[in-house]
């Protein structure tokens, strides 16, 4: 049974599970914010990231499976020309050249050793090719013209790649997700971006042209299928698309009940057309329907959708599920959710059935399956 | 000699004791100084451009300095400098 990984508003918890069910096991940064967490294929090094209010974000490793940390190198964004405009298109507000929040770690491939993504706001993807002793701004991402003239904040102040798909079959080939600004591909190992938003749609964009400009949808998280990576869903502001061509093209489902809104998004690790999702009121509101928690999953590629709720709250529960906070692990059948309002629940059938296994953690931020 | 000081709460995260540097003329000067031993305190307290962090103060002889952007800020000898959070963020 793998171990669970909770990156919280107050700390790292780590989960195992015993005779009696799935427990904390170790409490780690008590007190400090941890919006992602990465345990490494090895089982022995995981890179934590954390969000100090006051004095900006750090990235801590552990080499021996989280049983103790030490401060890494975290990225750095290089200086800013002089008299270079950067700002938000909507605001007109100074986009900063600092990081500002880790919001995404994945490992490259097995035949890339040392290789490391990590995401962040204000839209910066970085390379590591050391395990995160050092990282690299992808300049040629980042020196888009679309990155200064039509991506923007999407929940926070300034633009944030929150998803990386690295595709297992060839680790040059990555994708990047930007809230807000599409979908970014290379195929060369970061030398050229593309970007693979096309037959996105947002709704409450003025006209028709710009709800189809593919430089400002708003992905809120992006994963593909292991086992099949041209086959992507993607769970995002307007509702849920997928695509099944690598991203060449995106179709979005319409009709999805209680709500298309949501978060986040996991999908199974062999079986492209079995996924999942978190729904919820969307905009403003950000609650679940009707107050009760429900999980909408997908056995045939989004033509019909099942709502589950066994297991989870039925009555006034107002528990938002962040886009990191669904997980599913390896076999595909043990899944984890957590809430803001501190609620973990996890499910040993693919979610049938859900137990409750923690109602007093700190808000969860992200959860992760691991070795 | 110039007297550097951090708040309590940042010695929670990173070691920044207490210490003279030599006198400089520029605040920053003098964090550079204190930042060529300690390497790993500069990003708690200065952002990615060298700009004190959005919620972190830096106070000369008890009042915030006026240049946070570069800490061009002149520093006489045996001066104190103080590094606190904000209490406007975190």
């Given at each position: 049974m793998p171990r669970l990984f909770v990156g919280t508003k107050k700390g790292l918890f780590t989960l195992e599970r015993s005779g009696s069910g799935w427990g904390v096991t170790r409490a780690t940064f008590l007190g400090d914010p941890v919006p992602m967490v990465l345990p490494e294929r090895n089982g022995e090094t995981v890179h934590a990231a954390l969000n100090h209010g006051h004095f900006g974000s750090k990235l801590q490793v552990s080499r021996d499976g989280g049983a103790t940390f030490e401060e890494s190198a975290v990225p750095v964004y290089p200086e800013k020309p002089e008299g270079f405009v950067d700002q938000c298109p909507m605001r007109k507000t100074d986009r900063p050249w600092s990081l500002e929040l880790v919001w995404a770690l994945e490992q490259g491939t097995p035949d890339q050793e040392g290789r490391l993504w990590c995401g962040t706001i204000p839209g910066g993807l970085f390379r590591s090719d050391d395990s995160g002793a050092t990282w690299t701004l992808q300049r040629t991402l980042w020196d888009q013209p679309e990155r200064t003239s039509n991506w923007m904040g999407g929940g926070y102040d300034n633009p944030g790649v929150h998803s990386v798909v690295v595709d297992p079959r060839d680790g040059r080939h990555v994708m990047a997700a930007v809230s807000c600004g599409g979908v970014w591909r290379t195929r060369d190992d970061g030398e050229t971006w593309e970007q693979t938003a096309l037959g996105m749609r947002s709704d409450y964009a003025p006209d028709e042209a710009a709800a189809f400009d593919p430089e400002s949808q708003d992905p809120h998280r992006v994963v593909a299928c292991p086992a099949d990576p041209d086959r992507l869903w993607c769970q995002h502001h307007n509702g849920i698309f997928r695509s099944v061509d690598g991203a060449a093209s995106w179709q979005e489902i319409e009709g999805v009940k209680p709500s298309a809104f949501g978060f986040a998004v996991a999908v199974h690790p062999t079986d492209p057309d079995l996924a999942w999702f978190v729904p919820a009121i969307k905009d403003e509101h950000r609650i679940p329907v009707d107050g009760a928690v429900v999980v909408n999953r997908t056995k045939d590629g989004g033509q019909t959708f099942e709502t589950l709720r066994d297991g989870l709250p039925q009555e006034h529960a107002y528990d938002l599920v962040y886009r990191h906070a669904l997980d599913v692990d390896a076999t595909g059948d043990v899944l984890a959710i957590g809430s803001t309002t501190g609620n973990l629940w996890v499910s040993e059938d693919g979610g049938d059935h859900w137990e409750t296994v923690s109602t007093s953690l700190p808000p969860v931020q992200c959860v992760r399956f691991g070795p | 000699m110039v007297h550097v000081r951090f708040t309590e709460n940042l010695r929670r995260h990173v070691d920044c004791a207490d210490d003279e540097v030599p006198d400089g003329a520029t605040v920053r000067a003098c964090l550079d100084a204190y930042f060529q031993d300690r390497p790993d305190v500069r990003s708690y307290v200065l952002d990615d451009q060298g700009?004190?962090?959005?919620h972190v103060v830096v106070f000369l002889d008890g009042a915030p300095i006026d240049d946070r952007r570069a800490q061009s800020d002149s520093v006489r000898a045996g001066a104190e400098i103080v590094v606190m959070q904000a209490l406007s963020g975190g």
């Open positions: - | 700009a004190v962090r959005n």
